[in-house]
């Protein structure tokens, strides 16, 4: 028997040989998966992403879609199977590691994706890793996925390995572009219900601040008070929904929590925590626990994720607000039942705790409901006994109003002036606001059309004041009426007059306001900024912020020593009214011994009047003036014959 010794070499051989067969095989099994690196859309891609259509139509409507046809059966025209469409077309893209990742999507009638195909990505890691996102197993997972689904990656996606942050925005790219196109083109599917769902959602939060929310008890509050002296507070809701996460602490930082959560738990809803106070013990996440009934639910660090540093959405209102954290709610919870959240400081003190239950359209959502349509709800309420006992309120109110600018009588504008203060500012908060400027740019004039107290109020504003001028301000406006009273009762050795290169310099401070505001609302609509500004939300709301009650309190104390300091330098809403005055119809009368007194430029509580000159759009019509003029209080109690003989005014 001969012995054939082989070299190192031979060996390598044949092994080398096998190794190339089998890297051969694999790349032709996923060439089909293979990213074209292109946002060029030939028909071999479209039959691709949905190969159960026998053609395709040129991309055509909006949003842009190519259409997908079955086979015609004899004369018949060929059905319609779905629709393909690129996620660029649809904007705005979701963000990857280092840009937005182009993809090609099949849906068919029955809103269920049939397949995706990533056509393009510049992600800056690619270069070391390959085309990470080219693979079959991580496209496989949406073939006939219907859009009733989560698209959850770590939950009902699993994300390329080591990519989540892409893997994420390739799978909510597709998911968001999929149901813009079915609430289009699909409008049976059952997506348009969700979009209409979110957009109620929006018409109903989005006018209101986070102090309305606190006010409602959307969100609760968890206060500890430390030895020394310091506080921590903890401000709660439901945040399980992208739409809520969007309102309440902006997209990216929900986007950041959600992704955080799902690589974590397979189910699970997010609760929002906004972390407030000067507290000179850190907070801690794994302090939380919360208790449903007889059930602890503990909070270990892991179920707790980072929701953003509560710079946008709602919670960028929140006072002293430094983060957010967001709590993975256990599925076992029932959320249509109420439960108690803990925070203890571990150091003696007992735990701090809040009684929560998730109300409103958030219960909507927490439940699986449809959300009631808002405007509907509204018209209903309307038609309540309730809503119309207050606009048999507020019709009295402006009846009283009218009454006491036709009489000028001073003893019916103090009860006028009661009336309204209690009214308008305690009982009902009935009052007009810039925010109702604000939320009209924002959201359209349905939100007056359908409030029947505001909107009588509105239409009176503004009827009276292209008329007459800002009677609004005079005797309807309850902050307006504290001022006259606080000037009432304080006395005149207080008062001071404030210097006019001063006070004409000042006054443009409130338009300065105004035009903040408005920019703010254009500009970053989920920003509220006017509680800063309206210091009587304060006072008649009952706010629980400290540095708006310190404005409050600063402005009142300014109003005791300067006549309606408010109404002069700083009401955003005084100057809208303003600018609208400066074309009123029927002004204050001046007559020629106006060139010689001073009676009503002293007695003007807004510093509108110097001699015979009104400056009309600072005139807040109070009827002083008027009412003067009528009664001849000052020079005008003499003819201007003998004032021209007594050399007192010029002869014309």
Known sequence: MTLHILSPGSLLRPFLATCLIVISSLLNHTALAQTPFTTQVDEELLRQVFPAASSFSAKAGEPPVFTAYGTSQGSEPPPVLGYVFQTSDLPPEEIGFSAPIEVLVGLDNSATVTAIKVLDYHESFRSSRGDFMGGPVFHGQFRQKPLSDDFR????????????????????????????????????????????????????????????????????????????????TLSMTYMGNEVLGEILVGLDAYSTAERAASARFDDGRLFLVGIAGNASDPFRQERLSITQGDTVYPMPRLRTVYAGSANAGKIAEMENGTFAVAMVLDPAMDFSQPFTVYYDPENGQPPASADVEILGVQRNLALGQEVPDPNAQLAADSGSDTNWVRVAGLIAILSLVTLTFWRKSAKLRW?????????????????????HITNTINLGPSMILSDTPLLIMVLFTLITTLIWGRIFCSTVCPFGALQDFITRLSPKRWQ??????????????????????????????????????????????????????????????????????????????????????????????????????????????????????IDFKECVRCDVCEAKLIQRAGVCRHSVESLQLRGVIARG
């Open 153 to 232: 990656v770590g939950r009902d996606i699993d994300g390329v390995s080591r990519a989540t942050i892409t893997s994420w925005a390739t799978t909510r790219g597709v998911y968001n572009a999929a149901r813009r196109v079915a609430a289009v083109y699909l409008p049976d599917s059952g997506v348009t219900a969700q979009a209409d769902d979110a957009e109620r959602v929006r018409t109903i939060l989005e006018p209101l601040s986070w102090q309305d929310m606190l006010d409602t008890g959307l969100i609760r509050q968890l206060k500890h008070d430390y030895p020394d002296g310091t506080q921590l």
């Open 415 to 435: 009860v006028t002036l009661s009336a309204t203060l209690v009214y308008l500012g305690f009982v009902t908060g009935g009052f007009l606001s810039v925010s």
């Open 496 to 613: 001071i007059t404030v210097p006019a290169h001063i006070h004409d310099k000042a006054i443009y401070l409130k338009y300065a306001f105004l035009g903040l505001i408005v920019v703010m609302a254009i500009v970053q609509g989920s920003v509220s900024i006017f509680q800063y500004f309206e210091p009587f939300g304060t006072l008649f709301f009952y706010s629980t912020s400290l540095v708006l009650w310190a404005i409050l309190i600063a402005i009142l104390l300014a109003s005791v020593v300067i006549k309606r300091f408010y109404c002069r330098y700083v009401c955003p809403l005084g100057a809208a009214l303003g600018v609208l005055s400066l074309i009123s119809l029927k002004r204050i009368k001046r007559v020629p011994q106006c060139t010689a007194c001073k009676v009503c430029e002293h007695s003007c509580p807004t510093g509108a009047i110097r001699r015979e000159a």
